[in-house]
């Protein structure tokens, strides 16, 4: 079993950045796939962004492509979302996710986090 916990949320300027914080509990977090999902009011739940194992193989949704940057310390049993020049579009709830394998690209990760709200204002 892992709980997600995220944290770092808020309201920010179109422009602005902000970095979402994910703590994971367990003592295999660095056998989990870790990713990032964000769901808009009146919309689906869309991927943003997903981190392999070891952190070295990362994949982005185009959206955020070149403006978000994922990253993970295994050692804190930490991912991490850095996401600069934000877009009054980037306003959403955004969900940690992890999986053992190929969830996080499917959309159907074995663990979900609660949630945060990122605000985007123009």
């Known amino acids: 079993q892992v709980q997600l916990v995220e944290s770092g949320g808020g309201l920010v300027q179109a422009g602005g950045s902000l970095r979402l914080s994910c703590a994971a509990s367990g003592r295999t977090f660095s056998s989990y796939v870790m990713g990032w999902f964000r769901q808009a009011p009146g919309k689906e739940r869309e991927f943003v962004a997903a981190?392999?194992?070891?952190?070295?193989?990362?994949y982005y949704a185009d959206s955020v492509k070149g403006r978000f940057t994922i990253s993970r310390d295994n050692a804190k049993n930490t991912v991490y979302l850095q996401m600069n020049s934000l877009k009054p579009e980037d306003t959403a709830v955004y969900y940690c996710?992890?999986?053992?394998?190929?969830?996080?690209?499917?959309?159907?990760?074995?663990?979900w986090g609660q949630g945060t709200q990122v605000t985007v204002s123009s």
């Open positions: 981190i392999s194992w070891g952190g070295g193989t990362t």
């Open positions: 996710a992890a999986d053992l394998a190929y969830g996080i690209t499917e959309g159907t990760p074995d663990y």
